[in-house]
């Protein structure tokens, strides 16, 4: 498919996805070029600073979020596999640079040309069927959605219309799917016990549906859920959305 051609879009990774899932990144790239995208990489991008941030190391939040605006400041559009990093350049960031007027303007900027993965598929690219893809999927999956991809961006159906288009896939409804899995980033470190407990609710919820794959769009969620699961002994699998869309993924 070559309808989007003359879109490019800079692909930031995420330190999870480039550090733990460097699969998933690769699926997502597939998955844009798939769909007649140009994408791009800038090499020198580092972490968004949302875990320093979120600690209260905001100078140090600073200095990474100007790091960001430098490495995205040409990029046409930036595409981000997760709710939680795309929430801090979209939303925290400009609470970040609130104080300084020229990086504030730079921040706005990038902001209005970040998408989480899902968002830029459906939104930008217009996709309405998953096949367009490539994709196909024989088995049951249910889908997690992520805090910050809810409360944060507001993005409720683009992953689950990209999901009910893909060919031999059936969605089985998660109970309390809303709910927080518990990770939280450094809340899981903060309060573990809380964080555990959190997880242990989710997983049920998740067996209980029946799925035998659990789809999300943040790999920090699956980790932790996918953590949970294997302690279980779980036959269950955690995928992230570009995987379920990437035909050659396995």
Do not use: W
Not at 21 to 43: A, I, M, N, W
Not at 204 to 219: E, H, P, R
């Amino acid at each position: 498919m070559t309808a989007n051609a003359k879109i490019t879009a800079d692909l930031f990774i995420t330190c999870v996805v480039d550090q733990l899932y460097p699969d998933v990144g690769v699926s997502v790239v597939r998955v844009l070029r798939r769909l007649g995208v140009t994408v791009g990489f800038p090499k020198d991008q580092t972490c968004c600073g949302q875990p320093v941030y979120n600690t209260g190391y905001s100078e140090q939040a600073r200095t990474l979020a100007k790091r960001v605006l430098e490495q995205f400041k040409d990029s046409e559009y930036v595409v981000v596999p997760s709710g939680s990093c795309a929430a801090t350049i979209r939303v925290f960031y400009l609470e970040i640079f609130d104080d300084d007027a020229e990086l504030l303007a730079e921040a706005k900027a990038l902001a209005a040309k970040t998408y989480e993965f899902s968002e830029f598929l459906v939104n930008v690219l217009k996709v309405e069927d998953a096949a367009n893809c490539g994709a196909s999927h024989e088995g049951t999956v249910t889908y997690h959605p992520s805090c910050h991809l809810l409360r944060e961006l507001g993005v409720k159906s683009e992953p689950q219309k990209l999901l009910q288009s893909v060919p031999g896939l059936e969605q089985k409804e998660l109970e309390g799917a809303e709910i927080c899995c518990g990770f939280g980033g450094t809340f899981s470190v903060k309060y573990p016990h809380i964080s555990e407990g959190m997880v242990t609710d989710k997983v049920a919820n998740i067996q209980a549906s029946g799925a035998d794959t659990l789809v999300s769009c943040d790999m920090s969620c699956l980790m932790n859920i996918g953590g949970s699961l294997n302690r279980q002994e779980s036959a269950i699998k955690v995928r992230h959305l570009a995987q379920i869309l990437d035909p050659e993924s396995e």
